[in-house]
């Protein structure tokens, strides 16, 4: 049998650490920890479409906002049943993630990232605009999933979620499919030339990652119980590419760890007021200038001592030409 | 030789504009199996419009391009990488950040027909072919120039391809290298591969094929066996002042 690796280790380490978190944490935390999962899902998602398939979306966001709005109000105008409301927002994130993944086929690098950013900010507006359905800026209420106050089944089931995400989307990168993503990422004229059907997996990791999002969105509605547009303004999305970079954009697991670290650092911090958001830059800085594939990646490299290192992330690279 | 047999591999009227210029115009050409052609021309001609289209990377205006009776004119890419059209680019386009394995291994299970231990066991084949053995575990981007033209040679060739077009494989590679490479595209012939090879060197260029198609804006202004051509006094009108760029 294979010994586990330092990142497995790693891994089993910080999961058996936020199973036992709730049993020696107070209520505050463990609420902190279950909005931390969240932003694990968002940047864990992220970093699958971003870091291995090499689309830079800015709309990540909004397909959370997505989840949560259509979760939300199936149960309020349609009176659907909770799992049927639920289920109905992740079917229409999917079928959202495979219009957008098919309009932004021929786009790439900051053409692509503009576009996605106008398709969030749009949606945005529109929730805040249509105020009759989506109660605007004051914040449409969402039902709990779980009877009485205690956070804990809400971290408990946000943890399952990013097990399972992960697992998932680990999975499907073990598969021919996670090296077709970084074939597309890396060229995606080549990749072609290559017998590789671009469209097909690009409209994939667009579905697959859209209703990760739109499920974190769900989690995150019923778990809050309001949902505002603010859950898709830029600086999230900038919150959630923060974590998957400093955790490592080509590591799922990496980017929960950064989603985690980064929240914590940013709640720990929340008496420096706007300061600890310079903190944070500084710290992406300081990621990106000495560990250019995120802190996890830096730790498995220590471990292996690798003779040569990984190249450097570099998901906006240009294509050569040819 | 080859050029008698009927050609399983032609285009027909193949044309494409971009705007006002007319990039290709009314080419045909049959390729028979086994062959080996050059696909010569100054620059400009229109010789990497048309592997781009006889690829897929390119949607002609009008034409057809047919393999084995199939008219594939405008199909995507991959189809044609499907169908065993493969490509090598001017500049070699690898997946740099991926190791020489994984390069290998892309086009050789993008069909779904080959399960990856066997893709694995193909890909160490090619790579001893190529003498890039030592290098499997490599990323693409550490390789040299040359190694980057050899591996994507290599990436090529896992498609099992029945046709090989090699966009420019001497340009800029050292004279040693220009050596191994004319060896393995006369190898590659002698299994049996047919290939098309564009490139400016001359020189190399006959010492690989036997037939040689010459364009010029856009229009194909010679075909036929290499001393002939070259004869030509169209071929050495366009060609005046351009051998000195090879």
Same mark, same amino acid.
């Given at each position: 049998m294979m010994r586990p690796s330092v990142a497995q280790w790693t891994q089993g380490l910080l999961l058996a650490l936020a199973l036992l978190l709730p049993l020696v944490s107070g209520p505050y935390w463990i609420h902190v920890g279950a909005i931390a999962w969240y932003y694990a899902l968002l940047a864990a998602s992220w970093a699958l479409l971003a870091g291995y398939a090499g689309q830079f979306s800015f709309a990540h966001v909004a397909f959370a906002a997505l989840g949560g709005y259509a979760s939300a109000l199936c149960i309020e105008l349609l009176a659907f049943p909770l799992p049927l409301a639920i289920l109905t927002a992740v079917l229409l994130a999917a079928v959202v993630g495979a219009l957008i993944g098919a309009l932004v086929l021929r786009l790439s690098g900051p053409y692509l990232a503009l576009f996605t950013l106008a398709i969030s900010e749009i949606f945005r507006l529109v929730l805040v605009a249509e105020e009759d359905i989506t109660r605007g800026m004051q914040g449409l209420s969402v039902p709990s999933l779980f009877s009485g106050n205690s956070d804990v089944p809400y971290y408990y089931l946000g943890l399952g979620l990013v097990v399972l995400a992960v697992g998932a989307m680990n999975g499907l990168l073990a598969t021919r499919v996670g090296l077709f993503l970084r074939a597309i990422r890396e060229d995606e004229g080549a990749a072609r030339a290559s017998g590789v059907d671009t469209t097909r997996y690009k409209i994939l990791v667009f579905v697959v990652t859209s209703v990760i999002a739109a499920i974190a969105g769900i989690y995150y509605g019923h778990f809050i119980g309001i949902l505002t547009p603010n859950m898709a303004i830029l600086p999230e999305m900038g919150l959630v590419i923060a974590m998957a *970079?400093?955790?490592?954009?080509?590591?799922? +697991?990496?980017? *929960?760890?950064?989603?985690? *670290? *980064?929240?914590?650092?940013?709640?720990?911090?929340?008496?420096? /007021? #706007?300061?600890?958001?310079?903190?944070?830059? %500084? !710290?992406?800085? %300081? !990621? $990106?200038?000495?560990? $250019?594939? /995120?802190?996890? +990646?830096? %730790?498995?490299?220590? /471990?292996?001592?690798?003779? #040569? +290192?990984?190249?450097? !992330?570099?998901?906006? #690279?240009? +294509?050569?030409? /040819? | 030789m080859a050029k008698d047999s009927a050609p399983f591999f032609s285009v027909d009227a193949l044309s494409k504009h971009f705007g006002g210029v007319h990039a290709v115009e009314d080419l045909s050409f049959g390729l028979a199996r086994g062959e080996i052609v050059g696909l010569i021309g100054p620059n400009g001609s229109g010789k990497t419009t048309t592997i781009n289209m006889v690829t897929g990377a390119l949607k002609p205006n009008s034409g057809a391009i047919l393999v084995e009776d199939h008219d594939m004119a405008g199909a995507p890419a991959h189809r044609f990488a499907q169908r065993g059209v493969a490509r090598t680019f001017q500049v070699p386009r690898l997946f740099r950040r991926m190791p020489v394995m994984e390069n290998l291994i892309v086009p050789a299970l993008s069909d779904y027909g080959e399960?990856?231990?066997? @893709?694995?066991?193909? @890909?160490?084949?090619?790579?001893?072919?190529?003498?890039?053995?030592?290098?499997?575990g490599q990323y693409a981007r550490a390789l040299s120039g040359g190694q980057q033209k050899l591996l994507e040679l290599g990436r090529a060739l896992m498609l099992r391809p029945q046709l090989l077009l090699l966009d420019e494989p001497f340009a800029g590679v050292h004279p040693r290298l220009l050596e191994q490479i004319i060896d393995h595209i006369k190898s590659l012939n002698r299994d049996g591969h047919t290939i098309v090879v564009v490139d400016h060197n001359l020189e190399a260029i006959q010492s690989v094929v036997t037939r040689v198609m010459v364009m010029a804006r856009g229009r194909k202004i010679a075909d036929g066996g290499v001393a002939e051509v070259l004869r030509n006094p169209d071929v050495v009108r366009a060609y005046t002042g351009t051998r000195a760029n090879r």
């Open positions: *970079v400093i955790g490592g954009i080509e590591s799922l +697991p990496g980017s *929960v760890i950064g989603a985690v *670290v *980064v929240f914590l650092l940013s709640e720990s911090l929340r008496s420096y /007021g #706007e300061w600890r958001f310079v903190l944070m830059g %500084l !710290v992406l800085i %300081l !990621v $990106q200038r000495f560990a $250019q594939n /995120g802190l996890f +990646p830096m %730790l498995e490299q220590l /471990g292996h001592r690798r003779k #040569e +290192p990984l190249p450097a !992330v570099s998901a906006m #690279e240009e +294509p050569r030409g /040819g | 399960r990856r231990g066997s @893709a694995e066991e193909r @890909a160490h084949g090619v790579l001893q072919f190529l003498k890039l053995g030592h290098l499997s």
